[in-house]
């Protein structure tokens, strides 16, 4: 009797469980939604990021919105799979012989989602509109070259003053305050693509939401907030045949264990971020694709305050950063340990040459010079006064809450207190906090990265000119200023390019900071999806992707 | 009773306007904005936008004319999270997603929790109250996300038989909602089975036995009508929580839920999405506390609910 009530009772237990999970389990008829239906359809699943902050082209400062507007929209000109800045929605262009005024015919066959054709006045409306003060733009300064630009950003002139005209429906006139080397690639970047005035003023800032017209490739069909966005081929792009996927579906997820999962069961066949733990794992097993991207890690030093207003004392601590440790051992994402603060990926005078190739290394980065930079570091604090880093006060190094830069403050940490003998703390603060202390100078030495914003050095250089509103280390070098200044306003590539690698021997022998690495981006994709390409500014493109049996 | 909850829903209400006062302040407090980013945008750039949202008034007059939008539903628009959408259309997209996951999750919990406390309580002692014990003490300490988690790695990775991304066929409710409700599931079969066998001591119930009731009749009739009220206590903040979307399930299952906006929305100091949130999960608690009372009430026609009141 007590057998048979045990085993009744364990009999019971196991029902339980089995009932429990069998509302899990017994569905294994449904499949999940394959990546690739029948040939005819041919439906891509992907994820990207989660919710994007907005599609507006310009109002968008964010990667994974700019390749959603990349997806739904067309500038003047684009950036071909070969990765060359090649005319769009213009026919063709031309510059006349100062180099200051860009006409661009645009194409006969260009129409918006809703069949209207695209004219001249859309592209000057929406070039307005980026700068006009109401707007509220965080990135109108990409086409602060244009005549009357900073003028009307600064709420001294009328938009309607910016040096953009429409000759005709066909013609659009740029008029620039000095010939700029990198305008092509401002006419290919989503915040000086065309929008509709109309749609805009009748649904102002709800647009994106309620009447998303746009003219390029795909249209958004379908936006279930949080959870996905579906873009499917627009009928009235000049392009469409030679598009691929007859959808796009953008996943919107934010957890890369998540994502994860759903690459490794088929569900999406394109992650573009992975688990920072599962990095090595994955390399060894050779899916994860990982690509030079434009920009730079560095710890940043508050120039203003003792004891870093001592470029002796910078220099030290930039020296025993151990950066292929860091690299090697901590980010494991294939980093480049920096040895300058212009990453690679940049052109040089000639297109085909690297700038920070030709520029060179400013210190080594080899291991087996790594003891030697840590000798001349202790000189150089013995010098700043603080032999064995004795009465060095106690320093902070602060950084934005998050397990990666946790483990390389960690490091940081470990290497200046064991190299130098001086006492670190470090602290984090939540990414808004923390922008806001590093942005008011309350902070000792600061994390800090840079993303390129268009392929010229100058993007990472004009930072750190005195007053500069993104220079956080408070930095201030008359000659740094005056290279810089002579740089935007010149139209010699040659000199140009001269004058930049001057102005990083000055900023690395000041070392207001220290590099660490350059970045890499991430991302898994299925190994049969072909025809993907990305850009160096990290931006992804799907729409001429094919899926192979 | 007409009177005590009339009585109750205007406290609820100077509940809800404390908190939105309280937060607002907090919020204010916390160093950073919504605008701020590692480019940062100029001044004139930040001004204008301060100037759009408001944000360049005194933040007693920011509350003020907060209040008053509010009290006409107007909660504001997004700052930054789904910048320029109204909060309202956020909330009332995102919360039915919640809710019918969380609905789910707490009819299963208590469905299956109340009725393996019941069994415990039967078994008391017995091996089938022991190995229920086990079990249910099991599902309270793992914690959701790793259950959500090797869920996920089985049923989506290895054996591939449920969909691993969002909401779309009801085989994709089946695990965000037992990950959900395992835990409540447990802890309400937990509160049943020791309220049920403090009610099982009790006179009436050895009347009952006496008059010669059958077993299965005197728990689940007269017994679990009383050991009913601390589980109904548990319910009406869980109910609110759960409703309102669980952070970690719609984490991990890419479920666009509203769970994910508070932590979301404070990270980004959105501050409208922030208010909105608080004050919506505020409402809900409120409600979901005072249904528990009236509840009382009806499964203990003892309780006087004016009786404490006046």
Same mark, same amino acid.
């Given at each position: 009797?007590?057998?048979?009530?045990?085993?009744?009772?364990?009999?019971?237990?196991?029902?339980?469980?089995?009932?429990?999970?069998?509302?899990?389990?017994?569905?294994?008829?449904?499949?999940?939604?394959?990546?690739?239906?029948?040939?005819?359809?041919?439906?891509?699943?992907?994820?990207?990021?989660?919710?994007?902050?907005?599609?507006?082209?310009?109002?968008?400062?964010?990667?994974?919105?700019?390749?959603?507007?990349?997806?739904?929209?067309?500038?003047?000109?684009?950036?071909?799979?070969?990765?060359?800045?090649?005319?769009?929605?213009?026919?063709?262009?031309?510059?006349?012989?100062?180099?200051?005024?860009?006409?661009?015919?645009?194409?006969?066959?260009?129409?918006?989602?809703?069949?209207?054709?695209?004219?001249?006045?859309?592209?000057?409306?929406?070039?307005?509109?980026?700068?006009?003060?109401?707007?509220?733009?965080?990135?109108?300064?990409?086409?602060?070259?244009?005549?009357?630009?900073?003028?009307?950003?600064?709420?001294?002139?009328?938009?309607?003053?910016?040096?953009?005209?429409?000759?005709?429906?066909?013609?659009?006139?740029?008029?620039?305050?000095?010939?700029?080397?990198?305008?092509?690639?401002?006419?290919?970047?989503?915040?000086?693509?065309?929008?509709?005035?109309?749609?805009?003023?009748?649904?102002?800032?709800?647009?994106?939401?309620?009447?998303?017209?746009?003219?390029?490739?795909?249209?958004?069909?379908?936006?279930?907030?949080?959870?996905?966005?579906?873009?499917?081929?627009?009928?009235?792009?000049?392009?469409?045949?030679?598009?691929?996927?007859?959808?796009?579906?953008?996943?919107?997820?934010?957890?890369?264990?998540?994502?994860?999962?759903?690459?490794?069961?088929?569900?999406?066949?394109?992650?573009?971020?992975?688990?920072?733990?599962?990095?090595?794992?994955?390399?060894?097993?050779?899916?994860?694709?990982?690509?030079?991207?434009? @920009?730079?890690?560095?710890?940043?030093? *508050?120039?203003?305050? $003792?004891? /870093?207003? !001592?470029? &002796?004392?910078?220099?030290? %601590?930039?020296?025993?950063?151990?950066?292929?440790?860091?690299?090697?051992?901590?980010?494991?994402?294939?980093?480049?340990?920096?040895?300058?603060?212009?990453?690679?990926?940049?052109?040089?005078?000639?297109?085909?040459?690297?700038?920070?190739?030709?520029?060179?290394?400013?210190?080594?980065?080899?291991?087996?010079?790594?003891?030697?930079?840590?000798?001349?570091?202790?000189?150089?604090?013995?010098?700043?006064?603080?032999?064995?880093?004795?009465?060095?006060?106690?320093?902070?190094?602060?950084?934005?809450?998050?397990?990666?830069?946790?483990?390389?403050?960690?490091?940081?940490?470990?290497?200046?207190?064991?190299?130098? @003998?001086?006492?670190?703390?470090?602290? *984090?603060?939540?990414? $808004?906090? /923390?922008? !806001?202390? &590093?942005?008011?100078?309350? %902070?000792?030495?600061?994390?800090?990265?840079?993303?390129?914003?268009?392929?010229?050095?100058?993007?990472?250089?004009?930072?750190?000119?005195?007053?500069?509103?993104?220079?956080?280390?408070?930095?201030?070098?008359?000659?740094?200023?005056?290279?810089?200044?002579?740089?935007?306003?010149?139209?010699?590539?040659?000199?140009?390019?001269?004058?930049?690698?001057?102005?990083?021997?000055?900023?690395?022998?000041?070392?207001?900071?220290?590099?660490?690495?350059?970045?890499?981006?991430?991302?898994?994709?299925?190994?049969?999806?072909?025809?993907?390409?990305?850009?160096?500014?990290?931006?992804?493109?799907?729409?001429?992707?094919?899926?192979?049996? | 009773?007409?009177?005590?909850?009339?009585?109750?829903?205007?406290?609820?209400?100077?509940?809800?306007?404390?908190?939105?006062?309280?937060?607002?302040?907090?919020?204010?407090?916390?160093?950073?904005?919504?605008?701020?980013?590692?480019?940062?945008?100029?001044?004139?750039?930040?001004?204008?936008?301060?100037?759009?949202?408001?944000?360049?008034?005194?933040?007693?007059?920011?509350?003020?004319?907060?209040?008053?939008?509010?009290?006409?539903?107007?909660?504001?628009?997004?700052?930054?999270?789904?910048?320029?959408?109204?909060?309202?259309?956020?909330?009332?997209?995102?919360?039915?997603?919640?809710?019918?996951?969380?609905?789910?999750?707490?009819?299963?919990?208590?469905?299956?929790?109340?009725?393996?406390?019941?069994?415990?309580?039967?078994?008391?002692?017995?091996?089938?109250?022991?190995?229920?014990?086990?079990?249910?003490?099991?599902?309270?300490?793992?914690?959701?996300?790793?259950?959500?988690?090797?869920?996920?790695?089985?049923?989506?990775?290895?054996?591939?038989?449920?969909?691993?991304?969002?909401?779309?066929?009801?085989?994709?409710?089946?695990?965000?909602?037992?990950?959900?409700?395992?835990?409540?599931?447990?802890?309400?079969?937990?509160?049943?089975?020791?309220?049920?066998?403090?009610?099982?001591?009790?006179?009436?119930?050895?009347?009952?036995?006496?008059?010669?009731?059958?077993?299965?009749?005197?728990?689940?009739?007269?017994?679990?009508?009383?050991?009913?009220?601390?589980?109904?206590?548990?319910?009406?903040?869980?109910?609110?929580?759960?409703?309102?979307?669980?952070?970690?399930?719609?984490?991990?299952?890419?479920?666009?839920?509203?769970?994910?906006?508070?932590?979301?929305?404070?990270?980004?100091?959105?501050?409208?999405?922030?208010?909105?949130?608080?004050?919506?999960?505020?409402?809900?608690?409120?409600?979901?506390?005072?249904?528990?009372?009236?509840?009382?009430?009806?499964?203990?026609?003892?309780?006087?609910?004016?009786?404490?009141?006046?």
């Amino acid at each position: 009797m007590k057998k048979n009530r045990k085993l009744l009772a364990l009999a019971l237990a196991l029902g339980l469980m089995v009932s429990l999970l069998a509302g899990c389990g017994t569905q294994t008829a449904a499949t999940p939604t394959p990546t690739a239906a029948a040939p005819e359809a041919f439906n891509l699943n992907v994820c990207i990021a989660s919710e994007p902050n907005t599609i507006d082209p310009q109002l968008n400062t964010a990667v994974d919105g700019a390749t959603l507007i990349n997806h739904a929209f067309e500038g003047l000109m684009k950036l071909d799979s070969e990765g060359e800045i090649v005319p769009a929605q213009a026919a063709s262009y031309s510059v006349d012989d100062t180099g200051t005024v860009y006409t661009f015919t645009l194409r006969d066959d260009i129409k918006w989602s809703d069949g209207e054709p695209v004219k001249a006045s859309d592209f000057v409306y929406a070039w307005q509109r980026l700068v006009d003060p109401a707007t509220a733009s965080e990135y109108n300064y990409m086409i602060d070259m244009v005549v009357n630009a900073n003028e009307i950003m600064a709420g001294e002139k009328d938009p309607s003053e910016l040096g953009i005209v429409a000759k005709d429906d066909k013609t659009v006139e740029i008029t620039l305050n000095n010939p700029t080397a990198y305008f092509l690639e401002i006419a290919a970047f989503p915040a000086t693509y065309p929008v509709r005035k109309d749609v805009i003023d009748a649904k102002g800032d709800q647009w994106t939401f309620e009447d998303y017209v746009c003219n390029g490739p795909y249209v958004l069909t379908d936006w279930s907030h949080n959870e996905y966005m579906l873009y499917s081929k627009n009928p009235e792009y000049y392009g469409v045949d030679s598009l691929g996927p007859d959808t796009i579906k953008f996943y919107l997820m934010d957890d890369t264990n998540a994502m994860l999962a759903a690459f490794n069961s088929g569900e999406l066949a394109f992650i573009d971020d992975v688990p920072t733990n599962e990095i090595p794992a994955l390399k060894e097993a050779g899916t994860l694709t990982i690509e030079g991207q434009m @920009g730079t890690y560095f710890v940043c030093f *508050n120039t203003e305050k $003792a004891p /870093f207003d !001592d470029a &002796r004392v910078r220099k030290a %601590f930039s020296l025993v950063i151990d950066r292929n440790y860091i690299v090697d051992q901590v980010a494991q994402g294939g980093q480049i340990p920096a040895s300058a603060y212009v990453p690679t990926g940049l052109s040089d005078v000639s297109p085909t040459d690297d700038f920070r190739a030709v520029g060179g290394d400013y210190y080594s980065v080899k291991t087996e010079d790594y003891e030697a930079n840590c000798e001349q570091a202790r000189q150089l604090l013995s010098e700043a006064g603080y032999p064995d880093g004795k009465s060095f006060p106690a320093v902070e190094y602060m950084y934005n809450t998050s397990e990666g830069h946790k483990a390389i403050a960690e490091a940081l940490q470990n290497m200046w207190q064991t190299e130098l @003998g001086v006492t670190v703390t470090i602290t *984090n603060q939540d990414w $808004a906090a /923390f922008i !806001d202390t &590093r942005h008011n100078g309350d %902070f000792q030495i600061a994390r800090h990265g840079w993303l390129a914003d268009y392929n010229d050095p100058i993007s990472f250089l004009d930072m750190w000119v005195t007053g500069g509103g993104n220079n956080d280390a408070n930095y201030s070098n008359a000659d740094y200023d005056a290279l810089i200044s002579a740089v935007k306003t010149s139209s010699d590539r040659t000199e140009r390019i001269t004058k930049m690698h001057e102005a990083e021997d000055i900023l690395m022998a000041d070392m207001p900071v220290a590099p660490i690495y350059f970045y890499t981006d991430l991302y898994m994709i299925n190994p049969n999806l072909q025809g993907f390409y990305s850009s160096p500014l990290g931006y992804k493109y799907f729409m001429y992707t094919s899926m192979a049996a | 009773m007409v009177k005590y909850i009339l009585k109750r829903i205007l406290m609820a209400a100077v509940t809800v306007l404390l908190i939105a006062c309280i937060t607002f302040g907090l919020m204010n407090m916390v160093p950073g904005g919504p605008f701020l980013s590692e480019k940062a945008p100029s001044q004139a750039v930040l001004d204008a936008l301060n100037e759009k949202y408001g944000l360049d008034q005194p933040v007693i007059v920011q509350l003020k004319n907060y209040l008053i939008h509010a009290a006409q539903g107007d909660f504001g628009v997004s700052f930054k999270m789904q910048k320029n959408r109204p909060v309202t259309t956020i909330i009332s997209e995102l919360f039915p997603i919640s809710a019918k996951v969380g609905a789910i999750a707490l009819v299963f919990a208590v469905l299956i929790g109340v009725p393996i406390g019941c069994i415990e309580a039967y078994f008391r002692g017995k091996a089938v109250d022991n190995a229920l014990t086990v079990i249910s003490t099991i599902g309270i300490a793992i914690p959701t996300f790793v259950v959500a988690t090797m869920l996920l790695i089985l049923f989506g990775v290895v054996w591939k038989v449920l969909p691993t991304v969002g909401l779309t066929t009801w085989q994709s409710y089946l695990m965000p909602c037992f990950s959900l409700g395992l835990y409540p599931m447990c802890y309400v079969a937990r509160l049943t089975r020791s309220s049920m066998l403090d009610a099982i001591g009790q006179d009436y119930i050895k009347t009952a036995r006496a008059k010669g009731l059958p077993t299965n009749r005197i728990i689940f009739k007269h017994a679990l009508r009383n050991s009913l009220i601390p589980v109904i206590t548990y319910l009406g903040p869980l109910t609110a929580y759960i409703l309102t979307g669980g952070f970690v399930v719609e984490k991990v299952f890419s479920i666009g839920g509203l769970g994910r906006y508070f932590i979301q929305s404070l990270l980004n100091r959105d501050y409208p999405l922030i208010m909105g949130t608080t004050i919506f999960l505020a409402i809900i608690i409120v409600t979901m506390n005072l249904i528990v009372d009236i509840l009382y009430k009806v499964v203990d026609p003892r309780i006087n609910l004016t009786k404490g009141v006046d």
